[in-house]
């Protein structure tokens, strides 16, 4: 119902930025809860950094807090993520994942939580 695409990913210097786009198509995802995570090399998908369906509420790794921001543009049905002060430690692959309106609880940093995930694109921060 729901289809994600990450794009913007590619290589940075270290302490360089860059900011994905997750582009949502099929519904409208204005109404929707939308997180990124991401895959390092050798380990497992982790939460990064969420948004709430309204805006108003943003949450973030620790890892990430303070380098990274969320944002939404309903008008787009897209979702981002500005990563700036880059690290080689950020090198990963990012996900883009959506969360359908209804739900009996909220968890946004469980990646079982969300309904809808894109394929991902590759951030590479050299140093």
């Known amino acids: 119902q729901v289809q994600l695409v990450e794009s913007g990913g590619g290589l940075v210097q270290t302490g360089g930025s860059l900011r994905l786009s997750c582009a949502a198509s099929?519904?409208?995802?204005?109404?929707?809860?939308m997180g990124w995570f991401r895959k390092l090399p050798g380990k497992e998908r982790e939460f990064v950094s969420a948004i709430s369906r309204g805006g108003s509420s943003t949450y973030f790794a620790d890892s990430v807090k303070g380098r990274f921001t969320i944002s939404r543009d309903n008008a787009k049905n897209t979702v981002y993520l500005q990563m700036n002060s880059l690290k080689p430690e950020d090198t990963a692959v990012y996900y883009c994942?959506?969360?359908?309106?209804?739900?009996?609880?909220?968890?946004?940093?469980?990646?079982?939580?969300?309904?809808?995930w894109g394929q991902g694109t590759q951030v590479t921060v050299s140093s």
């Open positions: 994942a959506a969360k359908e309106p209804v739900s009996p609880y909220r968890d946004y940093k469980f990646q079982g939580w969300y309904d809808y």
């Open positions: 099929g519904r409208t995802v204005s109404s929707y809860a």
